[in-house]
């Protein structure tokens, strides 16, 4: 699939009982039995498109020509460029020749545009009941996979703008990714409006808006959680790390990108920690309030489960590298690396994580007037006196990379999953999972989590992606430059994907396909899966 743009376009082309006309943004096909848009976006590449006869393009592919290659033979050309990137696909595959067109269907704007939204967009086209997938903003990576058609003009800040872009194009489903617009209440608009969205209101997003929140719900509630105090005066906050001495853990009380959690192994590290939040706002209003809490030893894991507001059933285990250094080094990141299942997270252990934690927090929401739905991304730790599992925090939406690994294990119609989720409808869900293991491995921009460079060009994707079968590469921040090459617009910029037989195979594959890649500038953690697995050399970073 491709960007939304205002082309205007001339077409030639007529195949069977299906009429392709073209005009302005937007290519229509229409047939007896399917009419839809089709969207296209300036590029640097050409493509060409097969029509399968059923008023639907069965594929897209890259080709020498200039203009769009129709499957009767017509080329639609385009008034004012002289190339484009990509067009729509219907679930991004060739439509059988006996495809049912009477199954209900649904049409999905996914919200945001880094590796979690790539990694959904990416199972919501595989989805068998989703009709097409859009992405707002999404990135380049996205819209050049086919994986989803990025709408990088909507402004997904604004909720009465993207209510009227999901009344425009038919949604039948909102996937809300990042955290900043659930806090902002995108969910409960769309809600007010009519409009099933997978993700839960502003008040039940202070889960992850809020730790002061998610702590307080914990003691009402008697969910395991690390002691703790919470404070907004810097002087009351060192004379408790005083009294409870180091290791200690500062965090921001709010949003944070990621960035707002401290470990400091010594009082100088906590203070100064103190210091950067309540005296010098380092992360603003998110660091008004800090939260003192004491610190666990053990393995730290990620817990995700699906909430309809009452029910809840769990994904599959997965475990990310949040430390920037190989060896679980250096400071805390957004997550380098990720690896699904998690050999730490027995299924016995799962069933206590439920029991304790997720089950206890679905009914406190409830009861506190808040409903939660959406998905519960729980940070676990193991703790290794006890064996038990303690609450670190919760997010409101899926990991970032975990999802990426359960995204490309997940069998089940995504779609239909996240649609009773909202309907209330979890109790008769059961999901499917690939058997095997799949791992992650972050490329990011040299200096990050501090400052960084952008515009580094990025090669050699498609190679990487050659590797096997089993080999995806999904985009965090990437752009085009002007000659067609991928560049670098973030921290995090890759997620490089794979599955195997076991953890191993996963691993071998996931890094055999990082060394295709040619991107000077970038570095990635030569150990994901360290604690699972035992070690093994990885060439030298490019």
Known sequence: ?????????????????????????????????????????????????????????????????????????????????????????????????????????????????????????????????????????????????????????????????????????????????????????????????????????SEAAALEGSKDFMKRLCDKYAIPTAKYQTFAEPLAAKAYIKDQGAPIVVKADGLAAGKGVVVAMTLEEAYEAVDSMLVKNVFGSAGCRVIIEEYLEGEEASFFALVDGENAIPLESAQDHKRVGDGDTGPNTGGMGAYSPAPILTKELQSVVMKSIILPTVKGMAEEGCKFVGVLYAGLMIERKSGLPKLIEYNVRFGDPECQVLMVRLESDLAQVLLAACKGELSSVSLDWSPGSAMVVVMASKGYPGNYKTGTVIRNLDEAEEVSPTVKVFHAGTALDSDGNYVATGGRVLGITAKGVNLE?????????????????????????????????????H
Request: charged share 15%; hydrophobic share 35%.
């Open 505 to 541: 195979e996963a691993r071998d594959r996931a890094y055999e396909a990082v060394e295709q890649i040619n991107w000077p500038e970038g570095f990635y953690r030569r150990d994901i899966g360290w604690r699972a697995l035992p070690q093994k050399h990885v060439k030298s970073q």
């Open 1 to 201: 699939m491709a960007c939304i743009s205002s082309n205007t376009f001339a077409t030639a082309c007529s195949v069977g009982s299906t009429e392709l006309v073209g005009s302005h943004s937007h290519l229509l096909s229409l047939s007896p039995k399917v009419s839809y848009r089709c969207c296209f976006r300036a590029g640097p590449i050409y493509w060409t498109a097969a029509n399968n006869g059923y008023g639907s393009f069965a594929r897209v592919r890259r080709s020498s020509c200039s203009g769009l290659t129709g499957g009767g033979g017509g080329v639609y050309r385009q008034s004012g460029l002289s190339v484009f990137s990509c067009l729509a696909t219907i679930n991004g595959a060739p439509a059988a020749s006996g495809e049912n067109f009477d199954l209900e269907r649904v049409t999905v704007l996914v919200i945001g545009g880094g590796g979690r939204e790539h990694a959904l967009c990416y199972a919501l086209r595989r989805s068998p009941s989703c009709d097409a997938v859009f992405c707002a903003p999404g990135n380049a990576g996205i819209s050049n996979s086919g994986d989803a058609t990025c709408v990088e003009y909507l402004d997904i800040s604004d909720s009465s703008s993207v209510i009227d872009f999901c009344r425009e194009w038919g949604i039948g489903l909102v996937v809300i990714g990042p955290e900043a617009p659930l806090v902002a209440g995108l969910a409960n608009d769309l809600v007010n409006a009519g409009i099933l969205t997978f993700g839960p209101s």
